[in-house]
């Protein structure tokens, strides 16, 4: 389930100005929550999570929450908490906060990363952008050698679908594995997922395969078959594209920032008390 916090200054900053009747998601007492209020509020907490990806029971709950923060502030007004010294004090606060989180979107809505910078950075970091080697294995488990070498016995007069067909069969009787009602399935997993030796015995294995001696785990002892292999491949550009062009801008944001910072020291007037204490002791 979505972990909800308080909307952050930066996600208000960022909000929509223009509403039409379509984002309106619900009013209260004639105030109106948009959708705009549900990304921004979803956003704070989840980053790169958007409202309307979320299911009806996940976006219900933000609604509710949001509902409650706007009748909350009602409260909180009726009850003068505006009114207070410390609201005011904060208020100040919170204002230049608010100010630089607005500067900052601004730099970061103006970094531009084009297409072909996104290309040319994917080919000169082609290593980085590898889907690592797979294989979908099933296997069966049991609890001592001689019980696996009868197993393998059943299977090693059989070849081809017979031979899967038996395998599956076999596994969901036999095997004590929480994969044994799917037939042993294991799914799809690279090198280093799972323990050294099943592993070892697995990439060792021909696609259609099952091993010839048990394979002794912690868990008991394996009789494995290889379902398919699948090499190391690039990832098709399409697919990392976006997320290229992200790290990018955020790679220059990171820079312009920096240098921004630089320069206004530099020309600032800035008088470091704590350094002066410290030099006065010595």
Not at 117 to 144: C, D, G, P, W
Not at 233 to 244: N, S
């Amino acid at each position: 389930m979505l972990k909800l916090a308080k909307t952050s200054l930066l996600a208000i900053a960022v909000m929509a100005t223009s509403v039409v009747a379509s984002d309106i998601l619900v009013t209260v007492n004639g105030k109106n929550i948009t959708k705009q209020d549900a990304e921004a509020f979803v956003n704070a907490s989840a980053p790169n999570t958007h409202f309307s990806q979320l299911n009806k029971t996940q976006q219900n709950m933000i609604k509710e929450r949001l509902i409650e923060k706007a009748l909350f502030t009602e409260l909180a007004k009726k009850e003068g908490v505006d009114k207070k010294p410390e609201f005011t004090r904060n208020m100040e606060k919170i204002k230049d906060e608010l100010l630089v989180n607005m500067w900052m979107k601004m730099q970061m809505d103006n970094a531009i990363v084009s297409d072909s910078e996104a290309k040319e950075f994917y080919e000169k970091n082609s290593k980085k952008f590898m889907q690592k080697a797979s294989v979908h294995a099933r296997h069966i488990l049991v609890k001592t050698e001689k019980e696996a070498e009868a197993i393998i016995d059943k299977l090693k007069s059989l070849k081809g679908e017979a031979l899967k067909a038996k395998f599956i069969e076999l596994a969901k009787v036999e095997s004590t594995g929480p994969s044994a009602s799917k037939g042993g399935d294991l799914g799809n997993f690279s090198k280093g997922q799972m323990v050294p030796e099943f592993s070892t015995a697995v990439w060792a294995l021909q696609v259609g395969k099952v091993t010839k001696k048990p394979v002794k785990t912690q868990f008991g002892y394996h009789v494995i078959y290889l379902e398919d292999k699948a090499e190391a491949k690039p990832i098709p550009y399409a697919q990392v594209k976006e997320k290229i062009i992200a790290s990018l801008k955020q790679k220059q944001f990171g820079k312009k920032i920096t240098e921004v910072a630089k320069e206004l020291k530099s020309k600032a007037k800035i008088v470091d008390f704590s350094k002066e204490a410290n030099a006065t002791k010595k």
